[in-house]
């Protein structure tokens, strides 16, 4: 405490020396401008004209103390008032100063005793002293602060504690060690018993959250029919369902031994059999209806769709159905579309995978949205325009840009169509033959064309003469049909046309028909770039396969194997020929008991799909017997040179 007491004694003289040295300063400054006032010593002025003129200025104070009526001042000029302080008085004294100094005279400081008690200051000319005239100086009202500024106190601060007096506390406000950690125990307490708090109501909410969420909503009857008739509802039943199906369908035997691998059959493990993979079939859509017609897709290998004719039973469905099959879903189709009229011809369009085009019997050609629903998107119209006849043809040609619909029917024409616009055709081409008896129309019944080729195709008919088409003139052949180049062999109505399709080795110029004379026939194209004859002349077939009892609906190329190809009858026989190992009989041949309308090869060759008079879809396995070996291609070319010309 002494050492504090000292601290503060030595503050305290320090303040008061300040104070000293700002009176000494201030005294300082008066005495400088008491003697910078010039004539205020050298000049010598009598104390009677003194005396005279501050009677002449100021009057008589003792008569009028107040100075209105002076003849020096008028009566508008404001009353001069007089500091009782010395800070006041000095103002008086630089108010004068400063006019004397703007009148050009000296000025001189009288103290003449008044009713304040302090001195008037009296400015007198120069020439005044010497008895030159007097000039009455005019006295404004003016006032003036001084400003007294310390100079900057220079502080040094060290490291002892620098107090105020009084500020110091008493030792005895300061907490023991013991009472610091008690209250460190109960802070720490009411924390955690504030932590325990909060969790006890977290999992209160969390198991309120809880109880809420597993709590069974029960629905009222209306709420509950709204749902169920809800589309949305539908369409989640569906997708959802037809998913659950597709990963249930999924065949894996999850007990194989494999060490017992060597024991099965060899002919299985060397796939050198056809054998029944998948078979679809539904009643809502396969019952009493018949496949007209199968097309993979070229986009999902998965699908496979399937064109139906009326049911004869059901007058009240529609009479034209396409199923879209799944071979990872048996039970029911991915899709099912319907027409008004039977559908004939069915085929995916290569360029935009949710688009199927189908022909109709009404001479409609209809398509299809995956994305739409059931009914069609686009069809034809009835008119003279389009056909009228039923309609056994369909091509999707062209390229991802430039592409178009090919369609034949059998009132003998060809039209062009676009697939977003099917109002009108945009080219029609009418197929006729003069030699004809009754009517020059030809009645066409299948059509392909061959590969890389888009200005000319081949079509069968029902007169069992297979004709070469023209869609533009050319040298030396005009648009339509080249009457004089006939293939004319068989004996009843073409059912099917087939190209080869493109191989290491060109054989596209190749192609099969099936016919229901009971025969397929093996024939060579004739050159599209080549003149036409303007001669008859019958091309001849190169060979002519005749293993059947029945009539041949069908007869497609392996598109990956030159010399296989499978055949469809109407004794139900699925045949599968390697022309390689025998040109006479198939190697390979399974029966499904009703007869077979169409089949389908699916673009790796290893799958073919048929269908027929009963309304299933037939998935056969090819396995290896479709697989071509590296001189397969050579030892079909030279079973082509040796077959007759």
Not at 436 to 465: I, K, P, Q, W, Y
Not at 495 to 512: Q, W
Not at 535 to 552: C, N, Q, S, T
Not at 581 to 587: A, G, N, R, S
Request: glycine share 6%.
């Amino acid at each position: 405490m002494d050492h504090r007491r000292e601290e503060l004694e030595k503050k305290r003289a320090k303040l008061a020396e300040l104070r000293r040295q700002r009176e000494e300063r201030k005294r300082a400054a008066m005495q400088a401008r008491e003697q910078q006032q010039p004539g205020a010593s050298s000049s010598k002025v009598d104390p009677q004209d003194i005396n005279e003129l501050v009677n002449s200025l100021v009057g008589d104070r003792a008569r009028s103390p107040t100075r209105q009526n002076s003849p020096v001042m008028g009566a508008g000029t404001p009353r001069m008032s007089h500091e009782t302080s010395g800070i006041g008085r000095d103002r008086s004294i630089s108010s004068a100063t400063s006019i004397g100094t703007q009148m050009g005279s000296p000025v001189v400081r009288a103290e003449t005793p008044g009713a304040t008690g302090f001195g008037d200051i009296v400015a007198v000319a120069g020439g005044m002293a010497t008895g030159q005239s007097r000039v009455v100086p005019q006295f404004k009202a003016s006032s003036t602060v001084i400003f007294d500024f310390p100079p900057k106190e220079t502080i040094v601060y060290n490291k002892e504690v620098q107090t105020a007096d009084g500020s110091a506390q008493p030792d005895e406000g300061l907490l023991t060690e013991e009472e610091i950690e008690r209250r460190v125990r109960q802070i720490r307490e009411i924390e955690e018993k504030a932590r325990v708090a909060r969790e006890e109501e977290r999992a209160r909410r969390e198991a309120e959250a809880k109880a809420k969420k597993s709590e069974v909503r029960r629905l009222t009857d209306e709420q509950r029919a709204d749902i169920l008739e809800s589309s949305d509802f539908a369409t989640f039943v569906e997708q959802r369902s037809r998913a659950m199906e597709r990963a249930l369908d999924e065949e894996y035997d999850f007990m194989v031994d494999y060490t017992l691998a060597a024991a099965t059959d060899a002919e299985d493990a060397s796939g050198e059999r056809l054998k029944l993979a998948l078979s679809f079939h539904d009643d809502k859509v396969s019952r009493g209806r018949s496949v007209m017609d199968l097309a993979w897709s070229g986009r999902f290998p998965e699908l496979v769709a399937a064109a139906y004719n009326r049911n004869p039973m059901a007058p009240n469905e529609p009479d034209g159905a396409v199923a879209i099959w799944n071979t990872h879903l048996r039970e029911r189709p991915e899709f099912v579309f319907y027409a008004p009229s039977d559908v004939l011809r069915v085929a995916f369009s290569d360029f935009n995978p949710n688009v199927i085009v189908g022909g109709a019997y009404s001479g409609q050609v209809l398509l299809w949205d995956t994305r739409a629903k059931a009914h069609p998107v686009l069809k034809t119209p009835l008119t003279a325009s389009g056909h009228t006849h039923p309609v056994y043809a369909l091509r999707v040609v062209g390229s991802t840009n430039a592409h178009q619909l090919i369609s034949a029917s059998t009132d003998g024409l060809v039209c062009s169509w676009q697939l977003d616009m099917l109002a009108q055709p945009q080219d029609v081409i009418e197929l006729s033959h003069p030699a004809h008896l009754r009517t020059d129309e030809v009645s066409v019944t299948c059509m392909d064309f061959a590969d890389n080729e888009t200005a000319a195709f081949v079509v069968g008919t029902a007169e069992g003469v297979a004709y070469q088409v023209n869609r533009y003139d050319r040298a030396g052949c005009k648009a339509g049909l080249n009457a004089f180049d006939a293939y004319r062999a068989h004996a009843a109505p073409i059912n099917s046309l087939s190209f080869h399709p493109p191989s290491a080795a060109d054989f596209t110029d190749l192609f099969l028909t099936a016919s229901s004379d009971w025969t397929v026939r093996l024939w060579r194209a004739r050159p599209a770039a080549k003149p036409a004859s303007t001669v008859p002349a019958d091309i001849r077939p190169l060979h002519v396969f005749d293993a059947f009892d029945d009539y041949v609906y069908d007869a497609r190329w392996s598109p990956v194997h030159p010399s296989v190809f499978a055949s469809a009858d109407g004794t139900g026989r699925l045949a599968l020929w390697n022309l390689n190992l025998d040109i006479e009989l198939p190697v390979q041949s399974v029966s499904s008991g009703r007869a077979l309308n169409k089949l389908a090869w699916d673009r790796p060759g290893r799958r073919i799909a048929t269908g027929g008079a009963d309304g299933s879809v037939y998935i056969y396995d090819v396995g290896d017997l479709s697989t071509p070996h590296a001189d397969d291609h050579a030892n079909f070319s030279r079973v082509v040179a040796g077959l007759p010309n």
